[in-house]
């Protein structure tokens, strides 16, 4: 009953007292965001690539020739389906087509499911095809040869990174427009069921084939990990910022007990507030604005995440040819009680150490 | 019922009280005179067990204050001690009511609501309960200052220079509060050198202090 009154007393005085909160609830809002939003991003990032890997078969094999990635015949095919453990090698086809009008690259992706004059087409590439008027179909040009290829359907709304900027075609048409003979393939994907055989199935292809680029699975997820980390600088010296202004938030927040705030300490203890009842007070006070700034901020980032598609932060991280791609709202809950432990917990201990110590002193003394 | 025995309070290497000795009875009312500095206020917060003594002891009501933790020292402060700031010490940003109710927040009184409003009538102060404590007049915020000392119906309440902040009216109005205080019984101290209260027939005692010491 008594902690009802106490929290009612303490919400009276915090909201009589809301500019000097103010400026402490707008720097932990914008730390908050920037931290979630940035945290929001790679997850979702890291989560669609992840996912795109792991539709990969356990072994890719590239063909490569004075250090440029190049197409692969079907020759070594036979050979690799002789190793124990691998139960089957596809030839994929996957290229890049240059759009000359727009002076870019788009991505094709062979796929035996999909009829000889169809594609499937992603929302980045949707809009850039309509930009030239290519409503229902579109003209690709190779060696002399125009391929008209119906838009058979659109992936859906929120494409994520991958799917965004593919075009999904038939494997002997984009063979064809990608300029690969008929037994040429991007690379090879190797199926091997049994996990524990991988590495050794990798390592005895690449003995066998040492200018071939051998690849897991594994690798192929760890080479995703490292190429997103690339950005790690930037983010590191975001962090940084974002630290430094969190600390300044901090020390904001110590000096804040200032005198009158001393004062009304030793008003409270004057009539028989317990150092308790002081802390418990300071507590509520600083909990519901680190509790609902972090919330809002938390809100704030989701939505310009996965609404807005994180004007400015997106460049940073996909880069300005992918600006149409929706991000797959993931939350990493882990993530957000860590980040809540390492932005709340040191701000109630900022505000609760230095009320305590007011607290203890002589009452008396603290009044005048 | 308070019985103060060879107090000692030392600040640094000031000597603030040395070896006070005094016995004030239920129902008193005791002025306690002497001009700044001379020690009457830290005996006043030596007594609302607010500060420790160096040496010596606080008896109320056969109870050591001055030995106290600070749990119990808080619990006495609130049902027992009724506090009148000089400069009244208010939540300037609450408004009366809820300055008049922030002992009670603490307290285990029942009839919270009940207490809060016999206070503020008491106290002349109801009209203005939603007010907020900072467009009050200094008469006004005196008033708050004695319905929040009186709200839990303290044994004890202790006036520190209470008219130092008031104009001769509103002086003269704290005297009728006295008398009030008279008729509850309850044992009123006050430290003053305002020479409003030399001479009252309510005053049982009036106690000099001099650097620290009662001369007679």
């Known amino acids: 009953m008594q902690n ?43 989560y669609d690539l992840k996912q795109a890997i792991n539709t990969q078969k356990s072994i890719i094999i590239y063909n490569q020739k ?27 086809i996957d290229g890049y087509y240059y759009f000359i009008n727009e002076k870019k690259y788009l991505h094709l992706v062979g796929d035996e499911n999909i009829e000889e004059e169809s594609m499937i087409i992603g929302n980045s590439i949707e809009k850039l095809f309509n930009k030239y008027y290519y409503k229902e179909f579109f003209n690709f040009y190779s060696n002399g040869e125009k391929y008209k290829i119906n838009i058979q359907k659109r992936f859906k709304n929120n494409s994520n990174i991958i799917s965004n900027n593919i075009i999904l075609l038939n494997n002997t048409v984009a063979s064809e427009i990608l300029g690969l003979s008929e037994d040429e393939y991007s690379f090879l994907e190797v199926e091997v069921p049994n996990n524990t055989e991988i590495d050794y199935i990798a390592n ?76 418990q007070i300071k507590f509520i006070q ?9 919330i809002f901020a938390v809100c704030l980032a989701y939505i310009f995440v996965f609404v807005f598609d994180a004007p400015l932060l997106k460049n940073i991280f996909i880069g300005i040819n992918n600006q149409n791609i929706n991000f797959t709202p993931i939350i990493d809950i882990n993530i957000l009680v860590l980040l809540f432990l390492f932005t709340v917990v040191p701000f109630l201990l900022s505000i609760i150490i230095p009320s305590w110590k007011t607290a203890v002193k002589d009452i008396s003394e603290s009044i005048k | 019922m308070i019985k103060i025995k060879n107090l000692n309070k030392t600040y640094d290497n000031f000597q603030a009280l040395k070896d006070i000795n005094l016995h004030i009875k239920k129902g008193e009312i005791v002025v306690l005179k002497g001009v700044s500095g001379s020690g009457k206020s830290t005996l006043l917060s030596l007594i609302a067990s607010m500060s420790k003594p160096s040496s010596g002891s606080v008896e109320v009501n056969n109870i050591l204050v001055s030995k106290l933790p600070d749990v119990h020292s808080c619990k006495y402060r609130n049902e027992n001690i009724g506090y009148i700031f000089q400069s009244f010490n208010l939540l300037e940003q609450l408004s009366v009511a809820d300055n008049i109710f922030a002992p009670l927040v603490i307290s285990e009184a029942k009839n919270k609501q009940e207490l809060l409003e016999i206070a503020m009538k008491k106290a002349n102060i109801y009209h203005k309960k939603d007010e907020i404590v900072s467009n009050l007049s200094g008469g006004e915020k005196q008033r708050c200052a004695i319905a929040r000392a009186i709200v ?39 430290s003053t050198h305002d020479s409003i209260f030399d001479n009252l027939d309510l005053v049982s005692r009036y106690i000099n202090i001099q650097d620290g010491q009662i001369v007679d």
Request: hydrophobic share 45%.
């Open chain 1, 4 to 46: 009802k009154y106490l929290i009612n007393f303490a919400i009276k005085l915090l909201l009589k007292d809301k500019s000097s909160h103010l400026f402490s609830m707008f720097i932990f809002v914008f730390i908050v965001f920037v931290f979630s939003s940035v945290l929001f991003i790679s997850s979702s990032i890291k």
């Open chain 2, 152 to 190: 839990l119906n303290p044994n004890i309440i202790i006036a520190d220079e209470p008219t130092a902040s008031l104009d001769k009216q509103n002086s003269l109005k704290f005297i009728e509060v006295l008398k009030e205080f008279k008729k509850e019984k309850r044992t009123v101290i006050i």
């Open chain 1, 204 to 279: 005895t292809i690449q003995e066998k084939y040492p200018s071939l680029i051998i690849k897991t699975k594994e690798q192929s997820i760890s080479d995703m990990e490292n190429l997103f980390y690339y950005k790690g600088g930037i983010f590191m010296i975001m962090y940084i910022v974002v630290l430094i202004s969190f600390f300044i938030l901090l020390y904001k927040q110590i000096s804040s007990v200032n005198s009158w705030q001393k004062k009304q300490i030793a008003i409270l203890r004057s009539f028989g507030y317990s150092i308790n009842n002081i802390i």
């Open chain 1, 286 to 294: 600083n909990f519901l604005v680190a509790f609902f700034s972090y």
């Open chain 1, 66 to 92: 004075a250090g440029y990635i190049t197409q692969i015949d079907d020759s070594i095919l036979d050979d690799i389906l002789q190793i124990n453990g691998v139960s089957n090698v596809y030839g994929k």
